[in-house]
């Protein structure tokens, strides 16, 4: 141990030499610092969050690291850092990448490890257009055996999803003698974690085609017809 409180450990605690007579062994002692030291950098938690990574020396000593730090003092071994979740103040998952993953310290010597987090789940941004105020949408979204129903006239956010692919569908909604369809009234979308995925539906009157086919009259003879529904009117010849 040195004045500065630096400890320094022999590279063989124990040797063996034979001895000759008349002879002179020579006998080699190196030192070498004991100890190292771990420099962790965590990244990417909001403000106030605090991270929930271990390192482990794999011989019962554990080290709770719970934001960007320097562990000293360690003694020259395989140490393995594991990080888990962390929910943040904002109600969101954060998952650490890597999730485990082993550094070696030797004496002397500065290892670094980063443990960088980001969100874990995916959002689906569900923007639903064309209906008047006052009337939702009826649209179901579906994953395995997960199912989130949304009513919404608007925009609705559905948060926390897991990675996959969900299958978005949209139903007709009547309102008073108004139908209106939806456009499209089926998709899918595959949601990657740590992503938000917009997904449109666009409602409108559910509108028909009449094909009108008008025989009988002579060339250049242009027929006098009329389409009513309501108040709407149609002229056709």
């Known amino acids: 141990t040195l004045n500065n409180g630096d400890i320094y450990r022999p590279q063989h605690y124990f040797q063996q030499v034979d001895l000759t007579p008349g002879a002179t062994s020579v006998i080699t ?27 482990d020396d794999l011989n019962s000593n554990i080290w709770v690291v719970s934001q960007s730090m320097i562990i000293d003092d360690l003694e020259e071994n395989d140490y393995l850092i594991t990080g888990t979740d962390v929910v943040g103040a904002d109600n969101i998952t954060y998952e650490a990448d890597p999730d485990s993953q082993t550094v070696t310290i030797t004496g002397g010597q500065t290892s670094y490890a980063t443990v960088k987090y980001s969100p874990k789940y995916g959002n689906i941004d569900l923007r639903v257009e064309g209906l008047p105020n006052g009337v939702n949408g009826n649209i179901t979204i579906t994953k395995d055996d997960q199912t989130f129903t949304a009513w919404s006239g608007g925009s609705v956010v559905i948060d926390s999803l897991l990675e996959g692919t969900y299958h978005i569908v949209s139903k007709e909604i009547v309102d008073g003698s108004n139908t209106y369809k939806p456009v499209p009234d089926s998709q899918s979308i595959y949601l990657a974690p740590r992503s938000t995925t917009i997904v449109h539906v666009n409602y409108g009157p559910n509108l028909g085609a009449i094909e009108l086919i008008i025989t009988g009259l002579p060339p250049n003879v242009l027929a006098d017809v009329t389409v009513e529904k309501d108040d709407l009117s149609y002229a056709a010849n």
């Open 29 to 55: 002692v190196h030192y070498t610092p004991k100890y190292g030291f771990l420099d962790i950098t965590v990244t990417g938690l909001p403000s106030g969050a605090k991270a929930n990574v271990l390192v």
